[in-house]
Nanobody, 125 residues
Framework: QVQLVESGGGLVQPGGSLRLSCTAP????????IGWFRQAPGKEREVVSC????????FYADSVLGRFTGSRDNAKNTVYLQLNSLKPEDTAVYYC??????????????????WGKGTLVTVSS
């Protein structure tokens, strides 16, 4: 069973930055597209980004385009999501996910079947 682990969340002031990490102890993420999702209190989960493994494609939701950037470090078996210019409405639990099937993102979102437990990002002054 693959276990994804997110980290890097925390409390940050509006306009600040955080870098979220997604790794999978004992499992190589290099070959798989990774999706980032978030769920704000009282709201449904929404997709944030999809980061391909091989073709370089990266998709972003309109709400984060230009502020969030995804990247990968295969040497560290880690996928990152850099969050810049954070807004209070970015407050949410952020999750990474994969379907362990696709290497490249066919679109911003598609069905995932392996999820981490999430990391909380709170944007507040």
């Amino acid at each position: 069973q693959v276990q994804l682990v997110e980290s890097g969340g925390g409390l940050v002031q509006p306009g600040g930055s955080l870098r979220l990490s997604c790794t999978a102890p004992g499992f190589i993420l290099d070959y798989y597209a990774i999706g980032w999702f978030r769920q704000a209190p009282g709201k449904e989960r929404e997709v944030v980004s999809c980061i391909s493994a091989f073709d370089g494609a990266k998709f972003y939701a309109d709400s984060v385009l230009g502020r969030f950037t995804g990247s990968r470090d295969n040497a560290k078996n880690t996928v990152y999501l850099q969050l810049n210019s954070l807004k209070p409405e970015d407050t949410a639990v952020y999750y990474c996910a994969t379907d362990l099937n696709r290497s490249n993102c066919p679109a911003l979102t598609y069905p995932m079947n392996h999820w981490g437990k999430g990391t909380l990002v709170t944007v507040s002054s």
